[in-house]
C-alpha cells in the first residue's frame, strides 16, 4: 500500500494491515458490514435485509474499537464514535439529544458507521437498570435504530466486554442481530500484532519477535502496543546521556545509535 494511500485529509488512516490476528473475525465484518455499504444492490436483489446492527464482544485491548475504524475507512465511511459513559454522563434529556443527532449526521453523510463504545452502560439488562435516565437512553436508542432504513447506508457497530449484561431488547432482529466475538490473541496473532507495532521500530538482531509471542500469553493487543512503546522509552533512557540534547537537533549518527536490544523489552 502506498503511503499516500494511508493518509486521508492529513489523518494517518487505518487498513487491515493494522490488525493482527483476527482473521476469521476480519472476514466476518467484511460480510456483514463492508458489503451491505459497498454493495446494497446485492441484498435487494436477494430479497434480504442488510444487517443494521452488529455487536463486537470480548476482553478489553482486543481490537474490537481498531476494527470498527478500520472497516469505516476502508469502505470511505463517514465514522462516529460514541462511548457509552460519555454519552450517560451528560445532563437530563442531553443523552438523547445528542443520540438524535448523532444519528442525524450519519443519514446525512452516509453511507455511515456509528460507533458505540461500552454499549453495556447506555443498555444494561433492565432488571440491572433502575434509574429512569437510562430506560430513556435505551428507548431512544432503539427507536433511532428502527427508524434506520433497512437498506439505507447506515450500520451501527457497537462493543462491549459484558455481552450477557446487555439488555436483550437491543439483540432483537433488526437491532443488534449480528455478533462477533474478538478473542484474546493466541501466539500467532500475538506475533502478528507484535510485527505491526514495531514495524518502524529500529530493532537490533537480538529482538525475537517470536519468542516474545511465545512468552505473553494471555496479553492483547493493547499490552503488547504498550511493550513496544516502553522498549522505545527504555532505549531512549538508556542513550539519553550520549544524545546531546543541547543541540538543536540531535545529530544523524547520534540517531542512528538508537536502536532497540532484547534488553529493552525484558527490563
Ligand atoms: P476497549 O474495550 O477497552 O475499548 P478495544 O477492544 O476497543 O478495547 P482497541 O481500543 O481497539 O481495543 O485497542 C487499543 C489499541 O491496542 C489499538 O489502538 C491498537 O493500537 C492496539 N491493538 C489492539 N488490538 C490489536 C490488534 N488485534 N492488532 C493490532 N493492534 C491492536
Request: hydrophobic fraction near 40%.
Amino acid at each position: 500500500i502506498a503511503e499516500s494511500d494511508r493518509v486521508r485529509d492529513g489523518i494517518a488512516q487505518v487498513t487491515y494491515e493494522d490488525i493482527g490476528g483476527l482473521k476469521e473475525e476480519i472476514q466476518k465484518v467484511r460480510e456483514m458490514i463492508e458489503l451491505p455499504l459497498r454493495h446494497p444492490e446485492i441484498f435487494e436483489k436477494l430479497g434480504i435485509e442488510a444487517p443494521k446492527g452488529v455487536l463486537l464482544y470480548g476482553p478489553p485491548g482486543t481490537g474490537k474499537t481498531l476494527l470498527a475504524k478500520v472497516v469505516a475507512n476502508e469502505t470511505n465511511a463517514h465514522f462516529l464514535s460514541i462511548s457509552g459513559p460519555e454519552i450517560m454522563s451528560k445532563f437530563y434529556g442531553e443523552s438523547e439529544a445528542r443520540l438524535r443527532e448523532i444519528f442525524k449526521e450519519a443519514k446525512e453523510k452516509a453511507p455511515s458507521i456509528i460507533f458505540i463504545d461500552e454499549i453495556d452502560s447506555i443498555a444494561p439488562k433492565r432488571e440491572e437498570v433502575m434509574g429512569e435516565v437510562e430506560r430513556r437512553v435505551v428507548s431512544q436508542m432503539l427507536s433511532l435504530m428502527d427508524g434506520l432504513e433497512a437498506r439505507g447506508k447506515v450500520i451501527v457497530i457497537a462493543a462491549t466486554n459484558r455481552q450477557n449484561a446487555l439488555d436483550p431488547a437491543l439483540r432483537r432482529p433488526g437491532r443488534f442481530d449480528r455478533e462477533i466475538e474478538i478473542k484474546v490473541p493466541d501466539r500467532r496473532g500475538r506475533l502478528e500484532i507484535l510485527q505491526i507495532h514495531a514495524h518502524n521500530m529500529p530493532l537490533y538482531e537480538d529482538v525475537d519477535l517470536s519468542r516474545m509471542a511465545a512468552i505473553t500469553h494471555g496479553f492483547v493487543g493493547a499490552d503488547l502496543e504498550y511493550l513496544c512503546k516502553e522498549a522505545a522509552m527504555k532505549c531512549l533512557r538508556r542513550m539519553l546521556p550520549e544524545l546531546n540534547l543541547e543541540d538543536e537537533k540531535v545529530s544523524l549518527e547520534n540517531l542512528d545509535r538508537l536502536i532497540i536490544t532484547k534488553a529493552d523489552f525484558e527490563q
